[in-house]
């Protein structure tokens, strides 16, 4: 039988580069927004990614879609 992916979910999480630790890495935070449309465009979430990055006190350094989805067998 086959299976099928049906979309639950969709989350955008903006990674933030808030400093450097003691030794100079570089550190990073996760702001996540949960609830988006799993049929949003790609381009949409990428260009409200970088509007609401421009609220940050942080710099952006990536944005992530993250798509969930139930199994079932069809």
């Given at each position: 039988?086959?299976?099928?992916?049906?979309p639950?979910?969709?989350?955008?999480?903006?990674k933030?580069?808030?400093?450097?630790?003691?030794?100079?890495?570089?550190?990073?935070?996760?702001?996540?927004?949960?609830?988006?449309?799993?049929t949003?465009?790609?381009?949409?979430?990428?260009?409200?990614?970088?509007?609401?990055?421009?609220?940050?006190?942080?710099?952006?350094?990536?944005?992530?879609?993250?798509?969930?989805?139930?199994?079932?067998?069809?």
């Amino acid at each position: 039988m086959a299976v099928t992916n049906v979309p639950v979910g969709t989350a955008l999480k903006l990674k933030l580069n808030t400093g450097t630790d003691g030794s100079g890495n570089p550190v990073f935070r996760t702001k996540s927004l949960s609830n988006v449309k799993p049929t949003a465009a790609h381009q949409d979430i990428f260009d409200v990614a970088v509007s609401l990055s421009g609220l940050q006190e942080y710099t952006l350094s990536s944005i992530s879609r993250v798509d969930s989805g139930e199994l079932i067998q069809a």
